[in-house]
């Protein structure tokens, strides 16, 4: 099965760009990227999602490598509400099995 | 309001006491399913079901029943619940016109004894 790999945490100062990286080198054709996050204390909610094409929304842009290897999850200016668990997920065959990993953790900086 | 809902959000119970934790979305979703949450795990998912009377295994479906008798409902059944059950639990729904958005519960905590 496909995996994905993120760093465990990472640190941003408010109001700068954050960029969350995630390695998934044995996707498969047909895998959907998916990002979601998880604020303290709440379930998760979806943030983005992509195939092959860099996609933009009004929460952040996610950019796939063009080898699908590697995408980056963008926050254009992070808030201290962006706090939270970032997950990369790939999505097998265009249904519901979802495979989340342990994430990586963004903190924001005042 | 579109929601899913999940009760009971705190549970205790006791090694082989049977327990249905109750998840109910009002979107109309075709598509749900339960996660568990494990602190250095992530998410991962027990079960998921996309319609009604269809369900499927996901990563760790053991120790664990699922039913879709009914669209808007997808309760989650600890036959004989044990120590390794204690986790946080998440119930999530989507639609199939776009099945990568999610919409998860607020959560139950369960604690096995």
């Known amino acids: 099965d496909a995996k994905t790999t993120q760093p465990n945490s990472m640190e941003s100062n408010e109001e700068e760009p954050v960029h969350l990286p995630c390695n998934h080198s044995t996707i498969s054709g047909t895998d959907y990227i998916h990002w979601y996050r998880q604020l303290p204390s709440q379930g998760p909610e979806y943030v983005i999602h992509?195939?092959?094409s860099n996609v933009n929304n009004r929460m952040a842009s996610l950019a796939i490598a063009e080898d699908r290897k590697s995408s980056t999850l963008i926050l254009h200016r992070a808030t201290l509400r962006d706090a939270a668990v970032y997950y990369c997920i790939l999505r097998f065959n265009y249904g519901q099995n979802f495979v989340f990993g342990p994430g990586t953790r963004l903190s924001v900086l005042p | 309001e579109a929601q899913v809902t999940q009760n009971p959000r705190y549970l205790i119970t006791v090694t082989g006491k049977k327990l249905t934790v109750t998840c109910s979305q009002n979107m109309n979703h075709e598509y749900m399913s339960w996660y568990r949450q494990d602190p250095g795990l992530g998410l991962r998912q027990i079960y998921y079901s996309m319609n009604v009377e269809v369900t499927d295994k996901g990563d760790v479906p053991e120790g664990y029943k699922v039913s879709r008798k009914e669209k808007r409902n997808f309760p989650l059944i600890l036959e004989s619940p044990s120590p390794n059950q204690t986790s946080l639990y998440f119930c999530a729904s989507s639609s199939v016109d776009s099945q990568e958005t999610q919409y998860f519960g607020p959560g139950t905590r369960l604690l096995v004894l």
């Open positions: 992509g195939l092959t």
